[in-house]
Nanobody, 127 residues
């Protein structure tokens, strides 16, 4: 079992920056892909970014490329999402996730391949 706890959400003005963190505990010695998804009001949850277990391969949805950066600190068992140049359409609840299967590594944009989810953290971008 892996437990995930997000933090760092809040209110930020358009164009501002924010960094989300996701602390992992439990079986953190396992090799797992980690990612961020988000869900805006009235919309389905969507993929944002993912990083593979070794930390050298990253994937982003087109709308955040060049603005968001995903990274992980193995010593702290923490996943990060640095969000720059925020836009009002980035407003959503952001979820941290971890997947232990090969499918998570091969298809990181598919939420069905992930095994563990955090409770989410609200990010609001004002215009």
């Amino acid at each position: 079992q892996v437990q995930l706890v997000e933090s760092g959400g809040g209110l930020v003005q358009s164009g501002g920056s924010l960094r989300l963190s996701c602390a992992a505990s439990g079986r953190t010695s396992s090799r797992y892909t980690m990612g961020w998804f988000r869900q805006a009001p009235g919309k389905e949850r969507e993929f944002v970014a993912a990083i593979n277990w070794i930390g050298i391969s990253t994937t982003y949805t087109d709308s955040v490329k060049g603005r968001f950066t995903i990274s992980r600190d193995y010593a702290k068992n923490t996943l990060y999402l640095q969000m720059n140049s925020r836009k009002p359409e980035d407003t959503a609840v952001y979820y941290c996730t971890a997947g232990t299967s090969d499918s998570a590594n091969d298809y990181p944009t598919n939420q069905a391949v992930y095994d563990y989810w955090g409770q989410g953290t609200q990010v609001t971008v004002s215009s």
